[in-house]
């Protein structure tokens, strides 16, 4: 059996190498690095996988959402409506922009934000709300959209984790997850399920004056060389991850079905155990599995990791530890927030290893161990 990995990025690489291989090389002779040709056609090509009118292409996935914000004109102290229960960059941005990050409460099946907590926590002072398509799967975007238009507000999707996702609303109507909301953002990261081999990122929106002010922010506030109408930042993906994310892009479906077969095999196979729930899929969205990541009850979670660090089966808690209670927040008063259903999943969530690569051998091996380690 081969070892088992949370992500397998070389087994993966060598499915493809010459395409990709190619790719570089092509970069490499051009010498055009930065903002080179297959920066373009890649953002041409993931605009239409989409199916949205403007792809900005960036650094990373943490840029992206700073370049979001900036854009919609959002003033010190406004408030932005976050999960909790997410990854340090969605809320750290928030606070960097000196906006003020308020925590609100997710669902317990599906742990992305609820939009009854996101319509309590409304006030005169809100701006925006940042909707985390956690795990793999969509938030609730019928009822955010919803409650944004009554309210007037920005939605800004961090989609760091679905891209490719698919979200259903009431009429029918089929969006992939990053285009629904005034702005979408995503993360090209190595393990992310459209990874570069570096660090990379990109912004969506079907608004063009919103798409020009968002190329400019990531851009020193120029359109004109040389002539910065506003303040900016400088944040480029670089022409050899483009070339690299381009020949991925075509892949990616593929990707999230492999995913989704490791996922079915998991959920088969623990279904009817009592001391785990597997994860739970809303009506309204497909899953793309960034994690597998299940409950564990009646059992202590972090020997369950331990034991199966022992066979050679990595693990991984996403995240142990909530935003509001990272001393990071300590000014915006995260020791105040009651969040009791952040604090339960945060205890209990254990995300077992998945990504393309994963065969039955080693999944039957993982499922193995999680039983055995149950059972004895
Ligand atoms: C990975 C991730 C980011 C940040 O992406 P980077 O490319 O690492 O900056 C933001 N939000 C979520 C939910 C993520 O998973």
Redesign the pocket.
């Known amino acids: 059996m081969r070892p088992i990995q949370m992500v397998d990025t070389k087994t993966q690489y060598l499915k493809i190498k010459e395409q990709i291989d190619t790719g570089i090389h092509r970069v490499l002779d051009s010498a055009a690095y930065i903002n080179g040709e297959p920066v373009q056609a890649f953002a041409k090509n993931l605009s239409s996988y989409l199916n949205v009118k403007h792809t900005i292409t960036c650094g990373?996935?943490?840029?992206a959402?700073q370049i979001a914000m900036m854009a919609l004109g959002l003033q010190p102290g406004d408030e932005v409506i976050t999960p909790s229960f997410?990854?340090v960059?969605?809320t750290e941005v928030v606070a960097l922009l000196r906006l003020k990050p308020v925590f609100v409460e997710v669902d317990r099946e599906t742990f992305n934000i609820d939009p009854k907590a996101v319509e309590a926590a409304i006030t005169l002072k809100t701006k925006a709300i940042v909707p985390?398509h956690?795990y793999g799967q969509a938030a609730n975007m019928e009822e955010i959209m919803a409650i944004a238009n009554r309210h007037n507000l920005f939605v800004v999707e961090?989609n760091?984790?679905a891209i490719g996702s698919n979200y259903t609303f009431a009429d029918g109507t089929v969006k992939k997850t990053g285009t629904i909301g005034t702005v979408g953002t995503t993360?090209?990261?190595p393990s992310?399920n459209l990874g570069a081999y570096g660090?990379g990122?990109a912004i969506f929106t079907n608004d063009d004056v919103l798409a020009k002010k968002l190329q400019m922010i990531a851009n020193h506030g120029q359109e004109v060389r040389y002539y910065h109408e506003m303040v900016g930042c400088n944040s480029r993906l670089d022409s050899i991850q483009a070339a690299v994310l381009d020949v991925k892009l075509k892949y990616l479906d593929e990707y999230i079905a492999a995913r989704q077969k490791a996922a079915s095999f998991y959920d088969k196979a623990f279904e009817s155990v009592d001391n785990i729930t597997v994860p739970k899929t809303a009506h309204f969205t497909n899953h793309v599995y960034h994690q597998y990541t299940i409950l564990v009850e009646g059992i202590n979670r972090d020997e369950l990791s331990k034991y199966l660090s022992s066979v050679q089966i990595p693990s991984m808690i996403y995240y142990p530890v909530p935003a509001h209670r990272q001393k990071m927040f300590a000014a915006f008063g995260g020791a105040d927030y009651k969040l009791p259903v952040t604090d339960w999943l945060t205890e209990r969530v254990i995300s077992l290893p998945i990504h393309t690569e994963l065969d039955e051998e080693q999944l039957q091996y993982i499922v193995d161990h999680v039983l055995r380690f149950i059972n004895k």
Request: aromatic residues 16%; proline residues 0%.
């Open positions: 990373n996935g943490t840029d959402l997410t990854y960059a969605t985390v956690l961090d760091a984790q993360s090209f990261y992310k660090d990122g």
